[in-house]
């Protein structure tokens, strides 16, 4: 499942859903929907799942010198008391929800993902960390990919940091975890 979501400031006001597609695809659609609203590069950011099956199309990102932010769920957070930075990525959405912030799709799968998946403290570090998809998935639930798509185009740390990257130059390899300021 491929999900790309367009979000203006605090509202989500496109959504797309691909079913069984191949992610290059996915970033294709991405591409025509920013060209279709106009918007140039410099207006616009990319937030791509960096692990797995989507470190593998990255490279379309830079070559066509989008501003692309690449999400590594495993990555290190901004505050220690995270785990990892899909779990800051959750607490940071479950804040917006909870002050009113934000507006989503009326979508009941996104809805149902966003209100089922839990979280745990690691005994030994003290940090939270939220439910791996595998467990969420051996609980009989479907995987958390739209859930985990909003949270991803919400999550602030990236416009704070300025943790967008431009054309890879130096030794930056798509996939590391490292990023360079524009």
Same mark, same amino acid.
């Given at each position: %499942?491929?999900?790309? %979501? =367009?979000?203006?400031? !605090?509202?989500? =006001?496109?959504?797309?859903?691909?079913? #069984?597609?191949?992610?290059?695809?996915? =970033?294709? +659609?991405?591409?025509?929907?920013?060209?279709?609203? #106009?918007?140039?590069?410099? @207006? $616009?950011?990319? =937030?791509?799942?960096?692990?797995?099956?989507?470190?593998?199309?990255?490279?379309?990102? #830079?070559? +066509?010198?989008?501003?692309?932010?690449?999400?590594?769920?495993?990555?290190?957070?901004? !505050?220690?008391?995270?785990?990892?930075?899909?779990?800051?990525?959750?607490?940071?959405?479950?804040?917006?929800?909870? /002050?009113?912030?934000? #507006?989503?799709?009326?979508?009941?799968?996104?809805?149902?993902?966003?209100? !089922? &998946?839990?979280?745990?403290?690691?005994?030994?570090?003290?940090?939270?960390?939220? *439910?791996?998809?595998?467990?969420? &998935?051996?609980?009989?639930? *479907?995987?958390?990919?739209? +859930?985990? $798509?909003?949270?991803?185009?919400?999550?602030? /740390?990236?416009?704070?940091?300025?943790?967008?990257? +431009?054309?890879? @130059?130096?030794?930056?390899?798509?996939?590391?975890?490292?990023?360079?300021?524009?």
């Amino acid at each position: %499942l491929e999900v790309l %979501l =367009v979000a203006i400031k !605090s509202e989500i =006001v496109e959504k797309q859903i691909f079913l #069984h597609a191949e992610p290059a695809s996915a =970033v294709e +659609a991405g591409f025509r929907m920013q060209s279709d609203a #106009h918007w140039d590069n410099g @207006q $616009c950011y990319h =937030v791509a799942d960096a692990g797995g099956i989507g470190q593998g199309v990255l490279f379309k990102f #830079h070559r +066509a010198q989008k501003q692309v932010y690449e999400f590594h769920f495993g990555g290190k957070p901004g !505050s220690r008391d995270y785990e990892n930075q899909i779990t800051e990525a959750w607490f940071r959405f479950a804040r917006l929800a909870k /002050r009113r912030t934000i #507006h989503i799709p009326n979508d009941p799968r996104l809805l149902q993902q966003l209100t !089922s &998946r839990k979280y745990f403290t690691d005994d030994k570090s003290g940090k939270l960390y939220v *439910e791996p998809k595998e467990d969420y &998935r051996d609980r009989g639930l *479907e995987s958390p990919d739209r +859930a985990d $798509c909003i949270v991803m185009a919400f999550y602030d /740390r990236l416009q704070a940091s300025g943790q967008i990257a +431009a054309r890879p @130059q130096g030794d930056h390899r798509i996939g590391d975890s490292t990023r360079r300021r524009l």
